[in-house]
C-alpha cells in the first residue's frame, strides 16, 4: 500500500479546481415580469438543538432543488407595501427570507430570517423539541445603488441558535435592468484586491500512516454500527498568506467518539480538541443495502485565513454492503466530499443498521480488492502465454533449420 498522501497532489489539484459548491439563481419579479431581485449564491445552515445526550450541530446545505417562494417574495412597490423581499424554499419547509432596505446612496439586506422544522428527523434526529422555528439577524451585507453585491470568501450571519454560512454570493436588489449590473461593491471578507481565481495549490503536509481504530455505536435496540478503520481528512484552505494550503490529519483513535442510532440513518461522530468529524449512514429499503451517505466536518485551523472551516456533503455513496453483512476494503479509498475535503479510508471493514451479536457478519469485498487479485493473476497469465510464443517459435525455427540439409 502506498503511503498516505503519495500521487494525491494531482487528484487535490484538480478537486481545488471545482466549483466552491453549485450556486443557484433566485430571481424576484414584479406582476409585469420585471426583475426587481436577482441573487445568487450558496449557502450552509449550521444549527444546534438539543438532544437527550446534549447538543448537536446539523449542517443543512442549501440543495440545487430549491426555489423562490412568489407568495413570500415581494418587489415592495406600490402604497403600503413592504420593503423587496427574496424568501427560498427548500426541503421540506425550509424558508430563508432576505429583506432589502435602501436610502439615496445604498442598498442593503436589512434582515435575515431562517425557518426550521425540529420534527424533521432527518436533519434533526433524537431532538428534544419538535415544531416550527425562525431565527433571523440583521447583515452587513450592502452595495451602492445600482451596482452589484459581490462576494467570493464565507459571509457569517449569526442567529440565536443558528449560523448561516454564504459564499460565492452575488445579489442585487432595486434593479434598473433585468441583470447584474457590471459595476460591483466588494464585500469586506474578500480584502482590497480580492483575487479572479483559486491560487495553485501547495503539496500536502503528510503526517505517518493513521491508525486502525474501532468503532461501535449503540441504541435502545442494541448496536446498529460496528466498524474497524482508519480515517485521513484532506483539507484544503486559504491560509493568512493568501495561498492555498492541502494539509492532512489523521483522526486519533483517543479522540471523543459517540454517534446514534434512528431507523434509517445511523450516525459516527468523532471529536478532537479542533474537529468534529461526523459520518451518517443511510440505506435503500429497496434493495436492502446500507452506505455512508453523508459526511460532516467542522475543524480550527490556526493558520488559516478564516480559522474555522465547515464543510459537508450529503449524497454520497459510499462504503455500500447489503443488510446484514460487512463491507470490506483493504485497499485505500479516497472519498471525495467537498472541494475543501477529501477522505481517506484505510483497512475498513463496515457494518451498519443489522449488527448481530456484535460481529460482523458475512464479507462483501470491495473492488479494488478484486482487482488487486487479478493482477498477479493477469500478470502470471500474460507470462506463460509469452513463454509459450517463445517455445513455438524456437521449434518453427529448429523445423526450418533441418529442413535446408539433404542426406548424401
Request: charged content about 15%; overall charge neutral.
Amino acid at each position: 500500500m502506498a503511503a498516505p498522501g503519495a500521487g494525491r497532489p494531482l487528484l487535490l489539484l484538480l478537486l481545488a479546481g471545482l466549483a466552491h459548491g453549485a450556486s443557484a439563481l433566485f430571481e424576484v419579479k414584479d406582476d409585469n415580469g420585471t426583475t426587481c431581485i436577482m441573487a445568487s449564491f450558496s449557502a450552509s445552515f449550521l444549527t444546534t438543538y438539543k438532544t437527550g445526550h446534549g447538543s448537536k450541530v446539523s449542517n443543512i446545505t442549501l440543495p440545487a432543488s430549491a426555489e423562490v417562494q412568489k407568495n413570500g417574495s415581494s418587489c415592495g412597490k406600490g402604497k403600503n407595501a413592504s420593503e423587496p423581499s427574496l424568501t427560498i424554499a427548500f426541503e421540506r419547509g425550509y424558508l430563508l427570507t432576505l429583506t432589502f432596505t435602501k436610502n439615496t446612496t445604498r442598498y442593503s439586506v436589512q434582515h435575515m430570517y431562517f425557518r426550521y422544522n425540529l420534527s424533521d428527523t432527518h436533519w434533526f434526529p433524537n431532538a428534544s423539541s419538535t415544531g416550527i422555528y425562525t431565527e433571523d439577524a440583521t447583515t452587513d451585507i450592502k452595495a451602492d445603488i445600482n451596482k452589484t453585491y459581490r462576494c467570493v470568501n464565507d459571509i457569517r450571519v449569526s442567529m440565536k441558535n443558528v449560523t448561516i454560512v454564504l459564499w460565492d454570493v452575488t445579489i442585487q436588489a432595486y434593479l434598473s435592468s433585468s441583470n447584474f449590473s457590471k459595476e460591483e461593491t466588494r464585500c469586506t471578507q474578500d480584502g482590497p484586491s480580492p483575487t479572479t481565481g483559486p491560487p495553485s495549490p501547495s503539496p500536502p503536509l503528510v503526517p505517518t500512516n493513521p491508525t486502525v481504530s474501532k468503532y461501535n455505536v449503540t441504541g435502545d435496540n442494541g448496536t446498529c454500527l460496528l466498524a474497524s478503520m482508519a480515517l485521513q481528512l484532506n483539507v484544503t484552505y486559504l491560509n493568512r498568506d493568501n495561498t492555498t494550503v492541502t494539509r492532512a490529519f489523521n483522526v486519533n483513535p483517543n479522540d471523543t467518539v459517540s454517534g446514534s442510532c434512528g431507523v434509517q440513518l445511523v450516525t459516527l461522530r468523532v471529536e478532537s480538541k479542533n474537529s468534529a468529524l461526523e459520518l451518517q449512514f443511510g440505506m435503500n429499503t429497496s434493495s436492502s443495502r446500507f452506505f455512508l451517505k453523508g459526511v460532516q466536518l467542522n475543524i480550527t485551523l490556526p493558520d488559516a485565513k478564516d480559522p474555522i472551516l465547515r464543510t459537508s456533503n450529503n449524497s454520497l455513496k459510499a462504503l455500500q454492503a447489503t443488510m446484514g453483512n460487512s463491507y470490506k476494503c483493504n485497499t485505500e479509498e479516497h472519498i471525495y466530499v467537498s472541494n475543501v475535503l477529501s477522505l481517506n479510508v484505510f483497512s475498513v471493514q463496515v457494518q451498519a443498521f443489522k449488527v448481530d451479536s456484535d460481529r460482523f457478519g458475512s464479507v462483501e469485498e470491495c473492488v479494488q480488492d478484486g482487482n488487486n487479485m487479478l493482477i498477479p493473476i493477469a500478470v502470471g497469465g500474460a507470462l506463460a502465454g509469452l513463454v509459450l510464443i517463445v517455445l513455438i517459435a524456437y521449434l518453427i525455427g529448429r523445423k526450418r533449420s533441418h529442413a535446408g540439409y539433404q542426406t548424401i
